[in-house]
């Protein structure tokens, strides 16, 4: 099955710097590749995702590219503020119609006033 | 308010107990996920079910169960249960691309 790894495990940054969390998957098929936000004790919340034929998407401060020769798709956040601290958490899919997604591990980001 | 509703929110309950979560997914959403969230873990997937069949299994215990009924809202029966049980328990649903979560049950086992 799917594979996916997810780096680093934490991050810390100063707000205001970029924050960039990298994943990793095996299954050259894979086709779809969201990105979810988690707060504590709070539901996952997609912030932004990317299909295949894409390398790369935007919306305002966060961005998502994806390496499928290389098999990896990162998630950029840039002028980071208190409020993007969470957990977030990569995700694949191989779409054939109603898949599920394999979660990466997830990487617990702090921002540092 | 997301559209997928999970019910209850918090359940208290003794070790060897059997506790129902019920989802509701989205309107118009066939499938149905089942996660379950440990404290500081990530999301463990369970079973998937898609318009009232099972499509996919996880990690589930066989001392869990789930269904999918005809109205689409799907019930994860957790039996003779554990300490480790103790976990927030997901439900999502999807039409093609990308999950929309519930808020979750956070179930406490004592």
């Known amino acids: 099955g799917e594979n996916v790894e997810q780096h680093p495990s934490t991050l810390s940054v100063q707000e205001g710097d970029s924050a960039v969390i990298k994943c990793t998957y095996s299954?050259?098929?894979?086709?779809?590749f969201p990105w979810y936000k988690q707060e504590l004790g709070k539901r996952p919340q997609l912030i932004i995702d990317i299909r295949s034929n894409v390398g790369e998407k935007k919306d305002q401060r966060i961005a998502v590219t994806l390496n499928k020769t290389a098999k990896h798709f990162s998630l950029h956040i840039t002028e980071t503020q208190p409020e993007d601290s969470a957990v977030y958490f990569c995700a694949v899919n191989t779409y054939f119609g109603n898949e599920k997604l394999t979660f990466g591990t997830g990487t617990r980001l702090t921002i540092i006033p | 308010d997301s559209g997928v509703t999970q019910t209850p929110k918090h359940l208290i309950t003794a070790t060897g107990q059997r506790v129902t979560l019920r989802c509701s997914p989205r309107s118009g959403d066939l499938s149905v996920y089942w996660y379950q969230q440990s404290l500081d873990q990530g999301l463990q997937f369970l079973i998937q079910y898609y318009n009232g069949e099972e499509r996919a299994k996880g990690n589930i215990l066989e001392r869990f169960s789930a269904q999918q009924f005809p109205d689409l809202h799907s019930e994860l029966n957790l039996s003779s249960l554990e300490l480790g049980d103790s976990a927030l328990y997901f439900c999502?649903?999807?039409?093609?691309?990308?999950?929309?979560f519930g808020s979750g049950t956070r179930l406490t086992v004592v």
């Open positions: 299954d050259s098929a894979s086709n779809y």
């Open positions: 999502a649903s999807s039409a093609n691309y990308g999950y929309t």
